[in-house]
Structures are given as structure tokens and as C-alpha cells.
């Protein structure tokens, strides 16, 4: 045991005083002008290093350098800066003048992946033709220079494409682990904080690096971020992922391959790729099996009523994204201007605003501001639709145009869905033509124009049952009908078409048409969509549900009755004139029956009387 002791101390002895020894003999400053030449070599990037080198002996044999700059040819500020770099290097090939750097740590370090630090290839300079620049095996005969680790710690990137605008990540760590053959394994996590939303993410990859820069691909085993803040769900929205990324530096070609996404209870498949030059050109194809909307988005407002109260729960404020002074003068949906797109869309399953769809599909165009939905098609329970339209945003003024397409959908559920309070359920057909600017359920109600035509069936529309208030207010007028008794508080129809007009928020109705095995009606209206209200006139026979005189309950049957249905949504009222026919009706029933008295008795002159008194009323 006493000669293990000794022998491990005689070791550390050896090994120590040969540390000291190497710290004293050999000066890390004689390595500048190396590591300053070796980087302009092989990348043509300027090098500073502020400072001077000193070894850093425990845990790990290292170099340590002050404020460090890395600069791009001919850019204008630096790719990156840091306050202090490390470089742990190999103690064996240190006693062979050779220096191998098996880790550089960056801690404190900006990284700008932005216009001004790009390189700036000099004009008429030659263009080298397309091979590896990075060698196999160092081809220099004394100093080897080679990283096989990068560890950047607490740091920041900033990147911006062209003039858009900046993102900042902060709070990186990235370790970064290469082997001879440039294969590379990265671990990254960081933060984004922008516009009061914040995202923390974090990734692991392996990095093929071996035909760079022409190409990089890198293999994204695990993905995960949250999302939280301004304008999301109040959960946040939590997602993982992975996906294969290539770079085509000569095509300036980013493709996304094997991309299969979840975010919360959502998922996409597919594969993405954009080729960047003055006008990016998207091409995007993207499955979905679930795409549950209402938890990527935010909630949706309840739009109110002008002049009526908010009701409980819609006062409390929603926090929203800050108005960004440089982008206030911007027209909607400026984002979609300067670049083209071909994006394809299909789901199993879509859920928004309370609405179940499937078999959703969509094919969409983006021209530089012109989008072209040539597509968008789904199942809604029983029923289906389609929306196709365009929305125009090359101009300040947004222009968009829709022709929906609906095909027995329940309407109930769309009044729900955008918060429409008319108690009306059943099958809605529509074929239409819609225009407006943005593409809001507000500004629906607002702005927007259009016609439609529209047919329900098995319709229901509670709170008013048109057959019982005709037949109440006959009953009162007249002792000679009744009516069976009818506690349904709903209008019932199995059929009702009408050609709607919607202008600035008034929705007019025309060539009401409605019938079913107890009443026919027909009318006509107007709808205002802003302050809820309606204005409406209807012509109603009871068809079924009479008892008493034969001859005034077919003189009903036949004989439309004036009613008018006006009033807030939500408490409407009605005016019938039911007195006024029924005493015409009497009026008539006399005057024919005193006619036909004259006619038998023209001869007399009571007959004769009342023959020119007939013709006098």
C-alpha cells in the first residue's frame, strides 16, 4: 500500500512540476500571430485579440485571452465578439511545438448573423471554383492548428435578414463536439424575448459540416420550445419536434425535410424549403392528423352590441402585443408583400371557434402580395363547404374576396361560433360572393358586401312560434274559431329560402320564402349585424291547427296575415294585424250575402236599395 502511495505522488510530482515547467518555458503569446494567420488562411476572417495570453493550468491545461473579435472580409462590424475566450489545448503535442485545440469556450460573446457583418466580396475579384476548403490534414510543416470542440457559454445572437427586422436570442449555451471528418454534435438552448412574448428553446443536432460552405445538413433529433406572452393562449403553447435541415450555399436553398411537429395538442408533418435572394420563394406541403386552433391562437373577443353592456367576464383586459412605432403606418397583412409561396395544407382534424372540421385541404398562392386560396375545402358534421377567395395586399388599401360554398351545414352552430345571438338552428345551403378588407369576424359585421342565396331546412327559430300568435289573436277577435292548444315556443320550418344583400353591416333579406306542414309565409327585411336589431316583414297562413266555422277557417287557410317582427335580437317584438282582416273578411261575407239578397229581390224596391247602397260602400 506504501508503495502505491509513493508511486502516485512520485506522479503527481512528475506531472506538476512538468506543467510548471511547460507554463515557464513555453509563452502562449508566441501562438498569436499563428492563430491570427492559421484563421485568415483558412476562412479569410480577421482575428483580434485584445490582451495578452496567459495559461490557465487546472482542471484543464488552457489558454485564456481577453476581448476577442472575429471579423468577416470586408464587413463592417464583427461576426463575433467576447469578452474572454478560452482555448484548451492538448499537453502532448505541446512538447512537439505542435498546438492542438481541442475546445474553444466563448463566454460573454455577441454573435451578429446580420447584413453588416457578412463578407464583401471585392469587385472583379475571381470566383474560386467549387471544392472542399477545408482540409483533411493540416498541410502546414510546423504548427498544427485544429478544433474539435466549441462551448459557448451565457451568450447572444443576433440575426436580421436583410432590412427586416432584428431577432435577439439570449441566454445561449451551445457545446459543439467535431470530429476529424467535420461530423459534429451540437446542444443549444436559448431565449427570445420580443414584444412581450418570450421563448425558450432548445435543441440537439448532428451537424454534417464536411462539404461546408457549400452545403450543411443538419439532423435535429429533439426540438422542444415554449412560447408565452402577448396575443397566445393563456397556457402558452409547449412543442417538440424534429427534422432535417440542408443549406445550398450556390442556390441559397434552405429545405426542411422530415418535419414532424407537435405543439400542445397539435401536430404537422411534411417538408418546407425557401430559396433566399431579393424575393424568397416558399414551397411548402404540410399534414396534419389533429390541428386544434383554439390552443395556438388567442382567444377570440366577444364582440358586443353597440349601446348594450359587456357582459360578466368580457371587462377584464386582455393583454395584447405593444404598437411598434415603426410598423404603425404598415397596412394589414404587409407581411405577405416580397415573397411567393406555394403552400399546400391538408388535416384530418380542424377545431376552431368551437367548430369541428375534417378532411380539411387547402391550396394557397402568394404572389408577392396577391394570395390565391384556390383551395380550402372541409367536412363540417354532416354538411360541407368550400372557400375559396383572394386577398389583394400589393396596395395600401387590403382588398379580399370570397365565394363561399356551403353545403348542409347546421347554422347554429356558425351563429355560436361568432357569437351571434339569434336562437336560430338547421341545414344551411349558401352560394355566395363576398368582399371586404380584412379578414375578421368584426370587420365582417362591419365592412364587408356581398350576395347570397340561401336555403335552410328542418329549421327551428326559438322564442316566437308564428303559427300560435296567429291563432291566439284570431281567437281573441272572433268567437267562431279556435285553435288547438300548442306550448311549443319555436317556428318550425321544413324548408325557407331567401336572397340575402349584406352592405356595411345591413344584412337585407329578400324573397323570403318559408313553408312547412302548419304555415307558409313569405317576406322581407333587414338585419343589422352592428347593433343587433332587425326590421322584418312576413305574410303567414296557418295551414293546420283549426277548429270551428268551416268557411272562416278556410278564408284563414288561404289568406296570408300581415306580421312584423322588429326589435333588439335578444328581445324581439311583433305587431299582427289580424283585427283589421277579420273585420274585412265580415265586411266582404255581408256585402256578398246582401248581394246575393238584391239579386233574388231585384224586382222590388227594397232590392233596388240595396243594390245602389252596395254600390255606394
Not at 492559421?38 to 495578452?52: F, I, T, W
Not at 383551395?375 to 395586399?393: E, I, R, W
Not at 326590421?535 to 268551416?550: A, K, M, Q, Y
Amino acid at each position: 500500500m506504501r508503495r502505491i502511495l509513493t508511486t502516485l505522488m512520485i506522479l503527481l510530482v512528475v506531472v506538476v512540476a512538468g506543467l510548471s515547467a511547460l507554463v515557464l518555458l513555453v509563452n502562449p503569446n508566441d501562438f498569436r500571430a499563428y492563430m491570427v494567420r492559421q484563421v485568415d488562411v483558412r476562412s479569410g476572417y480577421e482575428l483580434k485579440l485584445d490582451g495578452p495570453l496567459r495559461w490557465h493550468v487546472w482542471p484543464q491545461l488552457s489558454i485564456l485571452s481577453g476581448r476577442m473579435s472575429l471579423t468577416a472580409p470586408g464587413a463592417s462590424v464583427p461576426l463575433v465578439t467576447a469578452d474572454n475566450m478560452r482555448l484548451d489545448v492538448a499537453l502532448i503535442p505541446l512538447l512537439s511545438h505542435q498546438l492542438q485545440v481541442e475546445q474553444v469556450m466563448l463566454k460573454g460573446a455577441v454573435i451578429q448573423l446580420t447584413p453588416q457583418s457578412e463578407a464583401v466580396r471585392k469587385e472583379n475579384a475571381p470566383v474560386a471554383p467549387r471544392e472542399n476548403t477545408l482540409p483533411d490534414v493540416p498541410e502546414d510543416a510546423g504548427w498544427s492548428f485544429d478544433i474539435g470542440s466549441l462551448k459557448v457559454a451565457d451568450s447572444v445572437l443576433v440575426f436580421q435578414h436583410e432590412s427586416d427586422e432584428q431577432v435577439t436570442v439570449r441566454n445561449i449555451n451551445l457545446q459543439m463536439d467535431q470530429d476529424k471528418h467535420h461530423l459534429a454534435a451540437v446542444d443549444f438552448t436559448g431565449r427570445i424575448n420580443r414584444n412581450q412574448r418570450d421563448m425558450t428553446l432548445s435543441m440537439k443536432a448532428n451537424v454534417n459540416a464536411s462539404d461546408y460552405p457549400h452545403e450543411l445538413t443538419a439532423d435535429i433529433k429533439t426540438l422542444s420550445w415554449t412560447l408565452t406572452g402577448a396575443d397566445l393562449p393563456a397556457q402558452g403553447i409547449t412543442g417538440q419536434g424534429s427534422l432535417q435541415a440542408i443549406w445550398r450555399e450556390e442556390q441559397k436553398q434552405l429545405t426542411l425535410n422530415q418535419l414532424n411537429l407537435q405543439a400542445n395538442d397539435s401536430d404537422l408533418k411534411g417538408h418546407a424549403s425557401v430559396v433566399l435572394g431579393e424575393e424568397p420563394k416558399w414551397v411548402i406541403d404540410l399534414q396534419s392528423e389533429k390541428l386544434n386552433l383554439e390552443n395556438l391562437l388567442p382567444p377570440q373577443p366577444v364582440a358586443a352590441a353597440e349601446g348594450s353592456p359587456a357582459q360578466q367576464g368580457q371587462t377584464q383586459p386582455k393583454q395584447t402585443r405593444p404598437v411598434i412605432s415603426s410598423s404603425i403606418d404598415q397596412p394589414d397583412y404587409n407581411g405577405l408583400r416580397g415573397f411567393t409561396a406555394e403552400i399546400s395544407l391538408k388535416a384530418d382534424a380542424v377545431r376552431w371557434r368551437g367548430i369541428d372540421f375534417s378532411a380539411v385541404n387547402s391550396q394557397m398562392q402568394n404572389q408577392n402580395g396577391l394570395l390565391t386560396i384556390s383551395a380550402l375545402t372541409g367536412k363540417m358534421g354532416a354538411g360541407s363547404l368550400s372557400l375559396p377567395g383572394v386577398v389583394d395586399v400589393r396596395k395600401d388599401n387590403v382588398r379580399t374576396t370570397f365565394q363561399p360554398r356551403l353545403d348542409n351545414v347546421e347554422i347554429g352552430t356558425i351563429l355560436k361560433a361568432f357569437n351571434y345571438p339569434i336562437a336560430l338552428t338547421g341545414n344551411l345551403t349558401l352560394a355566395g360572393d363576398f368582399s371586404g378588407n380584412k379578414v375578421d369576424a368584426e370587420a365582417f359585421r362591419r365592412d364587408w358586401q356581398g350576395q347570397a342565396h340561401v336555403e335552410l331546412t328542418n329549421t327551428r327559430m326559438e322564442g316566437l312560434n308564428f303559427q300560435q300568435l296567429v291563432q291566439q289573436a284570431v281567437e281573441r277577435s272572433s268567437s267562431n274559431v279556435k285553435a288547438n292548444e300548442n306550448y311549443d315556443s319555436a317556428t318550425r320550418l321544413d324548408s325557407f329560402t331567401t336572397d340575402l344583400t349584406l352592405d356595411n353591416g345591413q344584412l337585407t333579406l329578400d324573397n323570403m320564402q318559408g313553408q312547412s306542414a302548419l304555415l307558409a309565409l313569405t317576406g322581407q327585411g333587414t338585419l343589422d349585424l352592428v347593433k343587433e336589431t332587425t326590421d322584418t316583414r312576413f305574410n303567414v297562413r296557418v295551414l293546420s291547427g283549426w277548429e270551428g266555422e268551416g268557411k272562416l277557417v278556410d278564408f284563414l287557410k288561404e289568406t296570408p296575415i300581415p306580421l312584423s317582427v322588429f326589435g333588439k335580437w335578444q328581445a324581439l317584438n311583433y305587431s299582427l294585424q289580424v283585427d283589421q282582416l277579420l273585420r274585412k273578411h265580415l265586411q266582404d261575407e255581408a256585402k256578398k250575402r246582401l248581394n246575393e239578397w238584391a239579386d233574388k229581390n231585384k224586382d222590388s224596391q227594397n232590392g233596388k236599395d240595396v243594390k245602389k247602397l252596395l254600390e255606394k260602400l
